[in-house]
């Protein structure tokens, strides 16, 4: 098996959402302090590195900048807006910005709440 090396990126934001279709008390609008962890992979390193961390972090910060203080009911691509759809867009974001072809984004992880994380990852 070839060897791959990763690296992994954290950023938090706050933002409010509801699941209206929820059987529960999430049906009600509230709000979260979201972890997201990016975790970008590449088979070759480039300078001694998978990729820069402060390049990561800008692209990171750029994809959640639009969600922080936010409802995410208010944003269309993020239907319904589960930590799991919500992984799935931010890795969209970060694929688009930081895949070259060496580099490509492995996961990416979202926790809602302490012990409470989704996480969304593409076939390499």
Same mark, same amino acid.
């Given at each position: 098996?070839?060897? *791959?090396?990763? @690296? ?7 933002? %409010? ?19 997201? *962890? ?12 998978? %990729? ?6 800008? %692209? ?14 208010? @944003? ?9 759809? @919500? ?33 969304? %990852?593409?076939?390499?």
């Amino acid at each position: 098996m070839a060897a *791959t090396y990763t @690296i992994s990126v954290s950023t938090s934001f706050s933002a %409010a959402h509801r699941l209206p279709d929820h059987p529960g008390p999430c049906a009600a609008l509230h709000g979260h302090n979201f972890e997201v *962890t990016a975790q970008l992979a590449a088979p070759r390193l480039a300078g001694g590195m998978v %990729a820069d961390f402060l390049d990561v972090r800008a %692209a990171l910060d750029a994809a959640t900048s639009r969600l922080d203080h936010s409802c995410l009911n208010d @944003i269309p691509e993020l239907s319904p807006p589960t930590a799991e759809v @919500i992984a799935a867009w931010i890795y969209g974001q970060l694929r688009d910005r930081l895949a070259d072809g060496r580099v490509r984004v492995a996961r990416v992880t979202v926790v809602e709440s302490p012990g409470l994380a989704a996480s969304y %990852a593409e076939d390499a």
